[in-house]
């Protein structure tokens, strides 16, 4: 089975920080993604990796950046963290047939205070 | 604007009832995708469809997939306390990108 591991279920910042969110996946996926889940909206894409060192901004990747410099590992990155980016975190990955599903961590829940 | 729309909102069944639900989108799509959310934790995927299938069964799910009315259902056969959840569906148009809809929350009672 795929597994894909975020490193922190909750996880409590404050403003202004910089903040790191980590997930790895063990199945050699070429594709990887960073979503933010909040109630009503549905998973709103932040932004996607198709290869090492490669990325694509999703539908609302400002105040946000990414690292892929490792084909297993994508990292979320809140340069200067707000509170209006408190939100439940998930990552993704999935092969390169685009006719695959996505395989999901367990999601990580950020405060921002 | 979100591509796929799940209907309705919130469903609460008994134990052994039938749950279906729907999810419209706007556009023409390569596949399209059922999720699962328990409260709290990640999707979990439970049937693709491409654009070219019309039905597709597993287990106690069926998912129907009409590309002229833009529209699927997802039905779960005698459900059970364990299927209280989040359906999601989600549509793949080309690219990249893989957009979610809203979410179905399903409730059964024991």
């Known amino acids: 089975d795929v597994k894909v591991t975020q490193s922190s279920r909750y996880l409590v910042k404050r403003t202004g920080e910089k903040v790191f969110l980590e997930c790895v996946q063990d199945m050699d996926h070429e594709n990887m993604f960073w979503y933010r889940q909040d109630p009503g909206l549905g998973l709103r894409l932040i932004y996607f990796?198709?290869?090492?060192?490669?990325?694509e901004k999703g539908d609302i990747p400002e105040g946000y950046s990414v690292s892929r410099e490792k084909k297993e590992r994508f990292s979320l990155i809140l340069e200067s963290a707000s509170t209006n980016q408190t939100s439940m975190y998930l990552c993704?990955?999935?092969?390169?047939?685009?006719?695959?599903?996505?395989?999901f961590g367990d999601g990580t829940r950020l405060s921002i205070l | 604007s979100q591509q796929g729309e799940e209907d309705p909102q919130a469903l609460s069944i008994q134990e052994g009832e039938n749950a279906t639900m729907n999810c419209s989108y706007k556009?023409?799509?390569?596949?399209l995708q059922w999720y699962r959310q328990n409260s709290g934790r990640g999707l979990v995927h439970l049937i693709l469809?491409?654009?070219?299938?019309r039905e597709k069964h597993s287990g106690r799910l069926r998912v129907t997939l009409d590309t002229s009315k833009k529209s699927s259902s997802l039905l779960i056969t005698a459900s059970r306390a364990a299927d209280t959840a989040s359906y999601f569906c989600a549509t793949r148009a080309g690219g990249f990108k893989t957009i979610f809809g809203a979410g179905t929350r399903l409730f059964v009672k024991a």
């Open positions: 990796s198709y290869d090492v060192k490669m990325k």
């Open positions: 556009t023409s799509i390569n596949n």
């Open positions: 469809i491409r654009s070219n299938e």
């Open positions: 993704a990955s999935r092969g390169f047939d685009g006719n695959q599903p996505q395989h």
